[in-house]
C-alpha cells in the first residue's frame, strides 16, 4: 500500500497550481462536476490519475483548456464542423473528440489517436487552468464506478489521502458531465448526452447525430462501457407513481412529490435543472445515510431530460 498523502484543502487556486507545477493532483470545480486535474503534458502526473481514482487505464481523459489557442497544443488537427461548435459554444459543458496531436502522452487518451477536449464555462476553472500554465487532463474527481463530485465535500468523501489538494468552490451548476462529441468522422456524433443538447449541436451543424448501437459498441468511447455514477444504493425508475409506496430505507427525487409520506427522505425538484443539479448529491446523501434503494422519477426525454435520464438509467443498471 502506498502511503496516504496529505491533501491540501484550499481557496487559493495559486497554491493550488503550484501542486500542478509540481506533478502532482489537484481536484478543482467546473459548471459540471468536479474534475481531478493534472499536467497534460506530465506522464507520470497522467499515471496517478489512474492510480489516485482506480480508473480503467482503457478510459480516456478529457483535457481541459482555459483559451481556444491552447486547443492546438493538443489536437493535430481541427476539423471545419468542430471549429464551428467551438465558435458557438466554448466554453461549455461540451468536450469534443479531435485527432490527437503527437505530443499529448497516449497514457492520457488510452492510446487512441483521439483527445477529449473542453473549455470550462465556470470562471474559476478557467482562472485555475490559466496559473497551472498548461491544459489538464480532468476526469470526474470520484472513486472510479461512483457517482460524480458535484461539491468539494464529495471529492474529499473518495479522494483524501489520495491526491495533493482539493480547490474549494461552490456546488457545480450543471451537475452532470460533459456533453461528449466525436469530431473525426464524416459528421460529428453524440458519444455522451450532457449539458449541451444535440437539437442545440444541431443548430450549428445539422448533421451532427446520436450515436448509434455500431458507435457505441466498436467502442468509439470506452469509458461508456464501464458501470458509471452508481451509488450503493438500489436506483429504481419510477414511471408511473400511482402504486407506489415508500418505506425507511427508502428515498425518492423527483419533480413531483410522493403520495405517501413514509420515506426516510424525500427531495422534490422545481425542474428538471434543478433535478440535475442534485442528482449525484442525492446519491451520496442517501448511501451517508444508509439507503437501500432510491426512487428516481423519470422525466420527458427533451432538453436537459435527455442526460438525466441517461444518467439514472446507468445508476439503475445493473
Ligand atoms: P469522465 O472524465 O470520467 O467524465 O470520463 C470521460 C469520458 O469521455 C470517457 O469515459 C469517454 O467515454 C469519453 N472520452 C474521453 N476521451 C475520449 C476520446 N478520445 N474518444 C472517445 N471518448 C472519449
Ligand atoms: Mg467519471
Not at 456533453?179 to 468522422?185: A, H, K, P, S
Not at 462501457?225 to 419510477?238: C, D, G, N, S
Request: aromatic share 6%.
Amino acid at each position: 500500500m502506498t502511503p496516504a498523502l496529505e491533501t491540501l484543502l484550499t481557496t487559493d487556486l495559486h497554491e493550488a497550481a503550484r501542486f500542478i507545477q509540481r506533478g502532482e493532483l489537484v481536484a478543482f470545480p467546473t459548471e459540471t462536476v468536479y474534475g481531478l486535474g493534472a499536467d497534460v503534458f506530465n506522464e507520470s502526473a497522467i499515471g496517478k490519475v489512474f492510480a489516485a481514482k482506480g480508473r480503467p487505464s482503457d478510459n480516456p481523459l478529457i483535457a481541459h483548456v482555459s483559451h481556444q489557442d491552447q486547443i492546438k497544443q493538443l489536437a493535430a488537427d481541427i476539423p471545419d464542423d468542430a471549429q464551428k461548435m467551438i465558435d458557438a459554444f466554448f466554453p461549455a459543458p461540451l468536450t469534443l473528440v479531435l485527432p490527437k496531436h503527437d505530443r499529448v502522452p497516449l497514457l492520457a487518451s488510452a492510446g487512441l489517436q483521439t483527445i477529449g477536449v473542453r473549455m470550462p464555462r465556470h470562471d474559476l476553472a478557467r482562472e485555475f487552468i490559466t496559473a497551472c500554465g498548461t491544459p489538464l487532463v480532468a476526469p470526474s474527481a470520484n472513486l472510479s464506478g461512483s457517482p460524480s463530485p458535484t461539491t468539494w465535500q464529495a471529492v474529499a468523501a473518495d479522494l483524501l489521502g489520495r491526491i495533493a489538494c482539493i480547490l474549494q468552490g461552490v456546488q457545480t451548476e450543471v451537475g452532470l458531465e460533459s456533453t461528449v462529441v466525436d469530431c473525426t468522422g464524416d459528421a460529428p456524433v453524440v458519444l455522451r448526452t450532457g449539458g449541451v443538447t444535440l437539437e442545440q449541436l444541431q443548430a450549428i451543424v445539422p448533421a451532427t447525430r446520436k450515436a448509434d448501437a455500431t458507435d457505441l459498441h466498436q467502442p468509439k468511447s470506452p469509458g461508456l462501457k464501464y458501470r458509471h455514477y452508481a451509488p450503493h444504493a438500489t436506483v429504481v425508475m419510477v414511471s408511473e407513481m400511482n402504486e407506489l409506496k415508500g418505506n425507511e430505507h427508502a428515498a425518492w427525487i423527483g419533480l413531483h412529490a410522493p403520495r405517501s409520506s413514509d420515506w426516510h427522505l424525500i427531495k422534490q425538484c422545481a425542474d428538471v435543472a434543478e433535478y440535475a443539479h442534485e442528482l449525484f448529491a442525492f446519491f451520496r446523501a442517501c448511501d451517508a445515510q444508509g439507503i437501500k434503494a432510491i426512487y428516481c422519477e423519470a422525466v420527458a426525454e427533451q432538453d436537459l431530460g435527455v442526460a438525466l435520464m441517461d444518467r439514472i438509467r446507468r445508476a439503475a443498471h445493473r
